[in-house]
């Protein structure tokens, strides 16, 4: 009996569930091995998630009553735009992921910390220009207009959060790249037991803000801002492993531009897609349908994050694991991995999306003390949405574990194309449901056509199938 195999021959789900790493010198034990690491993965991410979500719940719940339709819708497209504007890394981030992953798994410590190093360096780096370049962006926008606020006086407080989120979004740039350092690693684990303590904390400071009525800028600071910091604990862990000398971070940053530059536009593309496509909805529906309308529109959003989460958290882990496995041509491997993670996320993801949809209306009430209220349409329209992103999140991860980025900026663009001018007239038409059904449309013609018929031979490839 090796470390590898359970005892007797038997095979227990909770078998990875153990702190002793697998024998890593076989190809069962790196499989075993790679098991181990996302299992740890996804209880931590669990972790992280609850966490992110009693934040989400509490802010929600806090601040309705108070803050008003419009100020609420402010502070909800504010709390989007970290992930909306996420590809101001530049697509470094991502990158890493890909660099670090493949530095572990050639066992290069030399390679490893040179892209470590000069990873970091150029995210801190973008960090800073972003901040300046957001803040001095702030104080032109006429955000009354903007947000069609009926206050005028809305506006400065308006200007005030995106002053504030400027320099929390540069933050947010080089902790989130720490973390990515540690899941390129396979060591997410670690990575989501800090985020964890971040969002704990932030629930209490959050709690403390609202208890003191404070406006939207303080909650941005209170909620977003300490998420951010928490992931700078991840530079000192990576200085003591010897990973992150700040000593060499110049000379580190200019060996390594090549190599990330080589990859990193092409996440960049594709971030900007993303974010064009899913990520500006909120930012749309305030700007052609009014602030007004953000709010149920976010709070059903939120609502499904129930039924989305707990798939992201199941599949984030396995990233660097089919990195890992594609590095080493174990094509069993990702073949089984993927067909696993599919049956159990979308016909997980489906049953949560029907059970949100029948109590979404029971909820919603409860949770924001009846100051919003969201039509049945929406609640429908987004939780068929949920089971179409669930199957985009299982079958994105394997596409970045295999390095498979020029077609997803393909399609990615493709679906940018015909969606963003359908959302903004689904939007004058039918406002937020409208803008949920374009969303559908768009993303069955381009997305799922695509892939099954165009780039179906090169997304087969790496699982060893040509059909």
Avoid at 6 to 28: C, F, I, K, M, V
Avoid at 81 to 105: K, Y
Avoid at 219 to 228: N, P
Avoid at 290 to 304: D, I, N, T
Wanted: proline share 3%.
């Amino acid at each position: 009996m090796t470390a590898s195999s359970p005892p007797h021959g038997r095979t227990s789900r909770w078998q990875y569930l153990r702190l002793r790493p697998y024998d890593a010198n076989t190809p069962e034990g790196r499989a075993n091995e790679r098991y181990r690491r996302a299992a740890l993965g996804v209880v931590a991410n669990g972790a992280a998630r609850v966490a992110g979500m009693v934040l989400m719940v509490l802010t929600i719940h806090q601040t309705t009553s108070y803050l008003g339709a419009e100020r609420f819708g402010v502070w909800a497209t504010f709390a989007s735009l970290a992930a909306m504007l996420s590809f101001m890394d530049l697509g470094i981030g991502n990158a890493l992921i890909n660099r670090v992953a493949l530095s572990t798994a050639a066992d290069d410590s030399h390679a490893l910390r040179h892209a470590i190093c000069g990873g970091i360096g150029w995210l801190a780096l973008v960090g800073v220009l972003m901040w300046l370049g957001l803040a001095v962006l702030a104080n032109f926008v006429p955000w009354t207009t903007l947000f069609k606020l009926s206050n005028p006086g809305l506006g400065g407080e308006a200007r005030s959060a995106a002053l504030i989120f400027s320099g929390l979004f540069g933050l947010h740039l080089l902790s989130s790249g720490l973390l990515k350092v540690l899941i390129g690693q396979q060591r997410s684990f670690e990575a989501h037991t800090i985020s964890t303590l971040g969002a704990l904390v932030a629930c209490a400071t959050t709690w403390w803000a609202t208890e003191l009525r404070f406006g939207v800028p303080s909650l941005l600071m209170a909620g977003f801002g300490v998420q951010s910091l928490a992931g700078l604990v991840v530079m000192p862990i990576l200085h003591r492993r010897g990973w992150l000398v700040f000593g060499q971070m110049w000379a580190r940053m200019l060996e390594e531009r090549k190599v990330l530059w080589r990859i990193a536009p092409l996440f960049l593309v594709l971030q900007i897609g993303t974010m064009i496509g899913w990520g500006s909805d909120s930012f749309l529906l305030a700007s052609f349908g009014g602030a007004s309308q953000v709010a149920a529109f976010a709070v059903v959003q939120r609502l499904f994050q129930f039924a989305s989460q707990p798939v992201a958290m199941l599949n984030a882990p396995l990233w660097a694991a089919y990195a890992d496995a594609h590095a080493r041509f174990d094509t069993a491997f990702m073949r089984k991995t993927l067909r696993h993670s599919a049956l159990i996320s979308v016909s997980g993801g489906a049953a949560l999306a029907l059970a949100l949809l029948l109590l979404g209306p029971l909820i919603i009430s409860y949770w924001t003390q009846g100051a919003v209220a969201a039509p049945w349409t929406l609640l429908a329209l987004i939780a068929a949405w949920t089971v179409l992103d669930v199957g985009g999140t299982v079958f994105g991860t394997y596409l970045n574990g295999a390095g498979i980025v020029r077609e997803q900026v393909a399609v990615v663009l493709s679906f940018c194309a015909v969606a963003l001018p359908l959302k903004v007239l689904a939007i004058i038409l039918a406002g937020a449901s409208g803008m949920v059904a374009a969303t559908i449309v768009a993303y069955l013609l381009t997305v799922v056509g695509l892939y099954g018929t165009v780039f179906r031979r090169r997304v087969l490839g790496p699982l060893g199938e040509t059909r």
